[in-house]
């Protein structure tokens, strides 16, 4: 039943990563991996619920809490520099 | 109950496709910014909410995971947007002729 979900999730995980791929700015790369990374989050939660198992939760909880922190480093980079 | 829950997965996973798709399309950093921030929350909390529906208990931990998308999202977003906008990019679209910021 959640096939048909969790393959569309992946083919739009996989056009993400094409336009993570084919870009020229740094601007474009670093939305695209925000996106890629919160796109993963909900794939885990899918995985979760058709592997019955809740520990991938936990993973999904701990990309959440960490996982903005790449993208603000990577503002104050393109901002200020190192 | 069951039917509920996997509408709105499939409402989220929707969502989702639709923000790959504008990801490729859209012209300019700020609208792929736009489309890539505001439905993946969406899409975030439609795909939790039907998970909730489907398996009750785990209600605790999905909702932290939507807690803090929502916490986390924005700011992220608002910071790479004025890094963008202070590093020097502009727009493509004719949507907004003068610089409000």
Redesign the interface.
């Known amino acids: 039943m959640f096939e048909v979900s969790i393959t569309l999730l992946s083919i739009a995980l996989l056009l993400t990563l094409y336009r993570f791929i084919k870009t020229t700015t740094l601007a474009d790369r670093v939305v695209a991996f925000d996106v890629l990374g919160i796109m993963s989050i909900s794939l885990l939660v899918l995985l979760s619920l058709s592997f019955q198992r809740e520990i991938y939760l936990d993973i999904a909880l701990v990309l959440a809490l960490i996982g903005f922190l790449t993208t603000t480093l990577f503002g104050r980079y393109i901002e200020k520099g190192l | 109950m069951e039917y509920i829950g ?1 509408f709105l ?2 409402l ?3 969502a ?2 639709i ?3 504008g ?2 399309r859209m012209p300019d ?1 700020y609208t ?2 736009h489309i ?2 505001k439905s ?2 969406m ?2 909390f439609l ?2 909410i039907g ?1 909730i529906f ?2 009750p208990t ?1 209600i605790l ?2 909702s ?2 939507a807690f ?2 929502l916490l ?2 924005p ?3 608002s ?2 947007a ?3 906008h ?2 020097g ?1 502009t727009l493509k679209s004719d949507a907004m002729k003068e610089d409000q910021l």
Request: aromatic letters at 8%; proline letters at 0%.
């Open positions: 996997s997965i499939f989220g996973v929707i989702f496709v923000s790959a798709i990801l490729i950093t792929r910014m890539g921030t993946t929350t899409g975030t795909i939790v998970v489907l398996e785990w931990k999905l932290l995971i803090f998308i986390t999202n700011l992220s977003s910071v790479l004025r890094a963008i202070r590093d990019s």
